[in-house]
């Protein structure tokens, strides 16, 4: 498997709690940066939702437009629940992606679809929030690339409280 680049992208998330658990996600499954637009994040920050203290690993930084992330190499996959999106089942991750969300209460600007490579989305029953929109699709996209799994992930990655066996 080749070396990949994923990075989130957040419009003007409203929860910082969210954040904390988008940053959770992207720590988990790999993801190398957080990024996000506008002002509410930035004023709640210092509530400091990261209880795994990813940031200190991941950067998260604000920006203005997330088209100028779009590279010639970077595709930029919008995730919404739209008519005419893909199921996120059917859909082929880019090597290198950065996958906007919209926020929790509203949906993604259409000048970000319009310039979008992709614009994919999670088949549920009713919506999701952002941090669990997020682990799923970060999930998806570490389960269609990896080839197998071992029982040293269970053992690097449990809580140290955690000493369960099977059989």
Known sequence: MSES?????LVNPKSPTNVGG???AAGCYGAQAVYFSGNRYAKAAKYHTDTKNI???IPIEQVDDFKVLKTSNRALVCVELVEGAIPLPEFKHP???LYV???EDGSLPQSIVDVA???VYV???GCMNLAATVNVLLYDRMAKRTA???SQQVLTSRDTNNRLTVG
């Open 95 to 97: 090597e290198d992606a």
């Open 117 to 119: 490579d992709a614009v």
């Open 5 to 9: 680049y994923s990075a989130i992208g």
């Open 148 to 150: 197998s799994f071992d």
């Open 123 to 125: 088949p549920t029953t």
């Open 101 to 103: 969300f919209g926020p």
């Open 22 to 24: 988008v940053l959770r």
């Open 55 to 57: 940031a200190d690993n």
